[in-house]
Structures are given as structure tokens and as C-alpha cells.
């Protein structure tokens, strides 16, 4: 998850540097963030109750979001991993797709596997282009064979919904049968971390202990119809609940009354601290339309049948990488010094040009900088020796794997 809109007012860049743990926070605020003053800026239905409680609201996506409440984004991100926290990410573009030929249509632009999930069930996916190149990533819902349902990157929308726009048509003129609706009607909350179950049982007649990561249900929540997902982008267990925007305030302040305190509301800031210790990509950042999903480290999302058989965009970059070995891999890193920045140059032990980071940060959980980025291949096995270059300055750094955080996805042997 994701956008890129690249202008930040230097002010406020400071500003934020200075209440933030990780430089993560900045180096997304650089790259998601408007330039000031942001013309008329979008607003979810939850935005007068995030002012309400404390939000401290800023442009991004061209959205008005709260970064931070209350709490500094260190004590978010702990609360989040210790209990729970409630985000708001209306901003993020949900849509369906239904016809006869929505899943086979919608394999023609994505690498996942979509005819092969079950019915209710979904998987991270990549849109790709021609040359094999990230367009977006996205979580794809298989609801039924005749619906798929999808939440695509606020930042990413408007080239997302032409790129589909323009397959759907040429498909259509084939003779196939798929339609779609963009759920601009519906507002999206996302609730994460060890007490979602709990308190999302407390709302729903639903029983939720056989409701996997992954799983897709409509139900009511709150006595409201919802779409619920149990899936998130911080590394706990969770839910996004797309839940008609009139009723969204109504259910933000039941979870948090349900939770009895412990769910606190969280910003972007925090959310990025929590992706970043999941070792989960950001649009804009850690994905690009230059970089393909092999290269990414999201080879496990490319079905075995699309790899046998191919038909997305781009498929013979792709599937001649599998085949052959990337020339770069996206990587982890630990290091010393300052916390590492996007762009921040990665050196061999012998001082060569190897890679660049592409994001950074200092882990309020592990109480050290953590950081991904892209190295050649053979520079990418964990324990291989680094340098990181910030301000001219090389620091020390070590290859590792990720998660730096362990998920706790709620699966069945759990």
C-alpha cells in the first residue's frame, strides 16, 4: 500500500521531522504530499471527527489526513502492536468487478492467480505494465466466480482507473462480459492489531474464529452491511471494513468504545512505522513502474498457473526473471548512525555502488534503524556486509531478512 504525489512545503517537512521517530515518515510526506497550499483537498466522512479528536491534519494523496493524534507516532506504533489501533484509509479506491468475464478480465492486467482462490478469499496482486513494471499493488477478493472486489492505492487511483478503463474497453469489444463500480459511496476503516478479533466480535453475530486472514465476508458490523476483509498493512491481525460513509463515524466511535480505551485512533505516521517493520512495500517508494514484482520479493504472489501459462502484461519480462534470477532483489537492512533516508546510496565492503534504500527508519519495536532498499544480486543474502551512505557520511550496515517484526497473521493453525 501506496500513491505518489512528490511536493512537500520545507516548513512543514521539518516540522514533521522533528515529531517523528522514523525518517520513513518524512521521506513518504515527500513523496505522497501536495505542495501548500493544497488546492481543495478531498475530505473522508471521518475527517471533522479526526479534527474532533485531536488529528493533526495534513495533505496527502490529495486527501486531508490526520498524520498523528495525540500520542507521538512511537507510542502509536507500540500501542498498535500491543492492542490495537483504528485507521481511517477512505482515501484508498475500492471497486468491483462482476460479469462472466470479470476474473479472466482482471487476469489480464494482474499477476495473481484469481480463478484458482476460493470463493471469498483473496491475495496480495501486482498491475502490470507491457515491460513487466509495477503500475500498482493491490489486495484482490475473489467474492464470487462472477465478482471480484478490489482496494487499489489512493495515490495510484486515477492512472489505475484509466489503465483498467482502457483494458475493459478493448475486452468488451472482444465480446466480454465484465462491468465495474467504483465504491465511492462506501468509506473504509482499518482496525489492527492483537485485540481486532475481540472487539470486532463484540459488533458482529458473525463468528469470526474460523475467519481467516485473507477471508472476505458481507455481514453486518454494528447493525450496519459491511464488507469485511480480514487482512491490513501493519503486520498484526486485522480487518478493513468498507462500511456505507454515512454510517463510518457511527462505527468508528462503537470500535473504540468497544475496545474499552485500548484501540486508539492512529495516523499515517504510525502506519508507516508499522509497514516498514512488516517489511511491507509503500507505491511510490519501494515499488515503481521500473520495478517488476521479481525484483520486489513478491515472486510468492505470481500464481503457478500464470507462471505456466502466463497472459498478464508483461509476462515475458517477467517469467524469464523467474526463470533466470533478477539482476536486482529488494533487500533488508539493520544499520548504525543516523537512521537511513529514501535514496540513501548502499556500498560494498569495498566501497562499490551496489544500491539504494528505499525506505528507512528507526523501529519504535526493535529500538534500532531498519531500512529497505535495492541491491545487485549477490550482494542481497542476509548477514552480506554494507555501507550506507547519509550525508556523506558511511555507516555501518548488515543484509537481513524481513520481517524485522514477526506477522501475526490470524491463520488457521493459530
Known amino acids: 500500500m501506496r500513491g505518489s504525489l512528490r511536493h512537500i512545503h520545507h516548513s512543514l517537512s521539518r516540522r514533521l521531522e522533528t515529531r517523528a521517530p522514523t525518517t520513513t515518515t518524512t521521506t513518504l510526506l515527500r513523496r505522497h504530499l501536495a505542495s501548500e497550499p493544497a488546492p481543495e483537498l478531498k475530505k473522508t466522512s471521518l475527517h471533522d471527527f479526526h479534527v474532533d479528536n485531536g488529528g493533526k491534519m495534513v495533505p496527502f494523496a ?12 512511537m507510542d502509536s506504533t507500540l500501542n498498535c502492536r500491543s492492542n490495537g489501533s483504528l485507521f481511517d484509509v477512505s482515501h484508498m479506491c475500492g471497486l468491483s468487478l462482476r460479469g462472466s468475464g470479470a476474473v479472466p478480465f482482471l487476469e489480464s492486467l494482474v499477476v495473481a492467480d484469481v480463478a484458482g482462490l476460493r470463493n471469498g478469499t483473496g491475495t496480495l496482486t501486482v498491475f502490470t505494465n507491457d515491460r513487466g513494471g509495477s ?20 495515490g495510484c487511483r486515477d492512472k489505475d482507473l484509466a489503465h483498467i478503463g482502457e483494458h475493459m474497453e478493448a475486452f468488451r469489444r472482444k465480446g466480454g462480459d465484465v462491468d465495474w463500480h467504483v465504491h465511492d459511496e462506501r468509506s473504509l476503516l482499518a482496525l489492527q492489531g492483537p485485540l481486532a478479533g475481540t472487539v470486532m466480535q463484540r459488533l458482529t453475530e458473525e463468528d469470526l474464529s474460523r475467519f481467516y486472514f485473507g477471508e472476505f465476508k458481507m455481514l453486518d458490523v454494528n447493525g450496519v452491511h459491511c464488507f469485511l476483509t480480514r487482512t491490513g498493512y501493519t503486520g498484526e491481525d486485522g480487518f478493513e471494513i468498507s462500511v456505507p460513509s454515512e454510517h463510518a463515524v457511527d462505527l468508528a466511535k462503537a470500535i473504540l468504545e468497544k475496545s474499552e480505551g485500548k484501540v486508539r485512533l492512529t495516523g499515517l505516521g504510525a502506519r508507516d512505522s508499522l509497514r516498514l517493520e512488516a517489511g511491507l512495500c509503500l507505491y511510490g517508494n519501494d515499488m515503481e513502474q521500473h520495478i517488476t514484482p521479481v525484483e520486489a520479493g513478491l515472486s510468492w504472489a505470481i500464481g503457478k498457473r500464470r507462471r505456466a501459462e502466463g497472459g498478464f502484461l508483461g509476462a515475458d519480462v517477467i517469467l524469464k526473471q523467474l526463470a533466470e534470477g533478477p539482476s536486482i532483489r529488494r533487500v533488508g537492512l539493520f544499520s548504525s548512525g543516523p537512521p537511513p533516508r529514501s535514496h540513501s546510496e548502499i556500498l560494498d565492503a569495498s566501497g562499490n555502488h551496489i544500491g539504494e534504500v528505499t525506505s528507512g527508519g528507526f523501529s519504535p519495536c526493535l529500538k534500532k534503524n531498519i531500512a529497505m532498499g535495492y541491491v545487485k544480486s549477490g550482494s542481497h543474502k542476509a548477514g552480506t556486509e554494507v555501507k550506507i551512505v547519509i550525508r556523506g557520511k558511511s555507516n555501518e550496515g548488515v543484509v537481513t531478512k524481513m520481517p524485522f517484526v514477526p506477522t501475526k497473521y490470524y491463520r488457521p493453525s493459530q
Request: proline share 3%; glycine share 4%; net charge negative.
Open 135 to 154: 503500475i500498482d499493488d493491490s489486495v484482490v477478493t475473489k467474492v464470487a466466480d462472477d465478482h471480484v472486489y478490489l482496494v487499489v492505492n489512493a
Open 62 to 73: 490529495g486527501w486531508s489526513m490526520p498524520i498523528q493524534y495525540k500520542d507521538s507516532i
